[in-house]
């Protein structure tokens, strides 16, 4: 399996702007998970869902977030409008199952810069 | 509240010292631990994970860790570290009966291997 994909890598754009940021997870794992990244506060989750449904999105920061995914397959993190203190890095991980021995599996990550 | 504390923000060592990465964690039900390591650029790759029985676990890298429920503590050691594993480096709880993979992460510690 190739892993989480995640895409873009990077990406750079302009205060105001709308961001996209796309994952796909491994096959077969139902639970997919977006984390963000900053030197401030590290690793927090900010939603993750349950076979494509959204199970709690309480670490989404405002209502310019939103998380949606269509199929099993494929998720997308959107922002919009950007703005510079959303720069950071966002990770989507999955995994499966529940219970003992689940873990989840990352992404490489996409780093996002607000200008 | 759950939440997991590294105490050390960053550590250097010298190539072929023994390394030991503090993690300490707060969770109400029965923990499943992780450590992740992220090098520059790339996303978190899981070194071990404790969910249940020895609670000295081996992992990937000649890394391992050991749970003590006493201290809730869950510190990470190498023998010998090698200027590969500079790095950065984080302890997450999750878990319980309905464990998803759904994790809390520390702050992270950053490694400086000296040669």
């Known amino acids: 399996d190739a892993g989480v994909i995640q895409s873009p890598r990077h990406e750079v754009t302009e205060m105001g702007q709308e961001v996209t940021l796309r994952c796909k997870p491994i096959?077969?794992?139902?639970?997919l998970f977006w984390y963000r990244q900053t030197m401030m506060r590290g690793l927090e989750l900010l939603i993750y869902?349950?076979?494509?449904?959204?199970?709690?999105d309480s670490g989404m920061p405002e209502d310019r977030f939103s998380a949606k995914m269509p199929n099993a397959s494929f998720s997308t993190l959107k922002i919009q409008p950007s703005e510079p203190r959303d720069s950071a890095v966002y990770f989507c991980?999955?995994?499966?199952?529940?219970?003992?021995?689940?873990?989840?599996?990352f992404g490489q990550g996409t780093r996002l810069t607000v200008v | 509240a759950q939440s997991v504390t590294q105490p050390d923000i960053h550590i250097t060592v010298s190539e072929g010292a023994s390394l030991e990465l503090r993690c300490n964690y707060s969770?109400?039900?029965?923990?499943?631990l992780f450590w992740y390591v992220q090098s520059p650029g790339q996303g978190l790759q899981l070194l071990l994970k404790?969910?249940?029985?020895?609670?000295l676990v081996q992992g990937i890298k000649g890394f391992e860790a050991e749970f003590k429920r006493s201290q809730s503590s869950f510190n990470l050691r190498k023998p010998s570290v090698h200027w590969s594993d500079a790095a950065e480096y984080f302890c997450?709880?999750?878990?319980?009966?309905?464990?998803?993979?759904?994790?809390?992460f520390g702050q992270g510690t950053t490694l400086q291997v000296k040669p």
């Open positions: 991980a999955s995994s499966r199952g529940t219970g003992f021995g689940t873990e989840a599996f």
């Open positions: 096959s077969g794992h139902d639970y």
């Open positions: 869902f349950n076979n494509n449904v959204p199970i709690d």
């Open positions: 969770y109400g039900a029965t923990p499943y």
């Open positions: 404790y969910f249940s029985g020895d609670t």
């Open positions: 997450a709880v999750g878990g319980g009966s309905s464990n998803t993979g759904k994790l809390i």
